[in-house]
């Protein structure tokens, strides 16, 4: 079961991203003038390899949508089809800050409708603004990264971001989450080895508008659906925070040395969110089994 799990939401979409971004952005061959990398295939690829894993774990995309976490591949669409549109319109800096809330706004909006209905009522438009403007502030944060830094360091941040996203997820006993956030690991990390050949590869704004709408999603569904407690889910969303003091002490060229460390930086406050829901877990496990000394011999 861990292995099919494992080959159809990690493996397979990892080897198709592999393949998409090798295609669109191939090794610089020596002596060549190097050629301009299509730097808004970012989105589209990531987009293509979370519908292959999707679709292998899930099965095809339901429509209409009567779930929150059935609104997932629908945002990795949309967000490929606007990042597209983004990166190649070369639209000016306020005009993407604007789209960039409107999307904001309508994730959060489709992927809490139930809770809209049952349980946030009438503070409802309150919760989506106030998360909306979360995800905007986390959004903007790798916006800037990405801008300021190519190559290794981005994909590499971001996979090891999202990775912790999918530990917190296992965590807080929602392995669909867990496993759904692999496929994006999965594309991520394909990035990062294509990197390792390509360091001139720009992720660029298309990438966001796809793993931004979808980290917002797999949070919405880890905490509000499942149990992911408020501390891990803000232990995640304070890396955004970290990832800035990552890239600002890590060189223009870092080495392994430099890049561990921005990586270990970036991922600390989920490494301390991961290391209390352990701690917590075996207290609870040792109290409950002292609450009754005599039930192993009843």
């Known amino acids: ?27 610089r061959k020596p002596g060549r003038k190097p050629g301009r990398l299509p730097h808004w295939m970012g989105g589209v ?21 009567r779930e929150s976490a059935a609104w997932l591949p629908w945002l990795a669409v949309g967000g490929a089809v606007l ?3 983004v990166a190649h319109q070369r639209l000016p800096g ?4 604007m789209l960039r ?7 959060i909006w489709a992927t809490t409708q139930s809770l809209q209905t049952h349980t946030w009522q009438k503070a409802a438009w309150l919760w989506i603004i106030g998360l909306a403007l979360v995800l905007f502030a986390a959004w903007s944060i790798w916006e800037s990264v990405l801008a300021k830094r190519q190559g290794v360091l981005p994909p590499l941040l971001l ?13 807080g006993r929602t392995a669909t989450v867990s496993q759904t956030t692999g496929i994006l690991c999965a594309g991520l990390g394909a990035f990062f080895v294509v990197s390792l050949v390509r360091r001139d590869l720009d992720l660029s704004q298309s990438t966001l508008f796809v793993a931004m709408p979808l980290l917002a999603g797999l949070v919405v569904n880890a905490h509000f659906y499942a149990y992911m407690d408020v501390l891990q889910t803000m232990l995640l969303m304070a890396c955004c925070l970290a990832v800035l003091l990552a890239v600002r002490f890590t060189p223009e060229e870092p080495q392994f040395a430099g890049l561990l460390l921005a990586l270990l930086i970036t991922v600390l406050p989920a490494l301390g969110g991961i290391a209390w829901d352990l701690l917590n877990s075996n207290v609870q496990t040792s109290s409950s089994e002292e609450e009754d000394p005599y039930a192993e011999y009843f």
């Open 1 to 27: 079961m861990i292995i099919q799990m494992l080959l159809t939401g990690v493996v397979i979409p990892g080897i198709v991203a592999l393949a998409l971004a090798l295609f669109f952005w191939p090794a």
């Open 45 to 65: 690829v990531l987009a293509v390899t979370f519908l292959t894993g999707w679709i292998l774990t899930r099965g095809w995309p339901d429509w209409p949508v």
């Open 83 to 85: 990042g597209w549109l």
């Open 94 to 97: 306020p005009t993407v800050a």
């Open 101 to 107: 809330m409107l999307v904001s706004v309508v994730t």
């Open 159 to 171: 996979t090891g971001f999202f990775s912790c996203l999918a530990i917190m997820a296992l965590l």
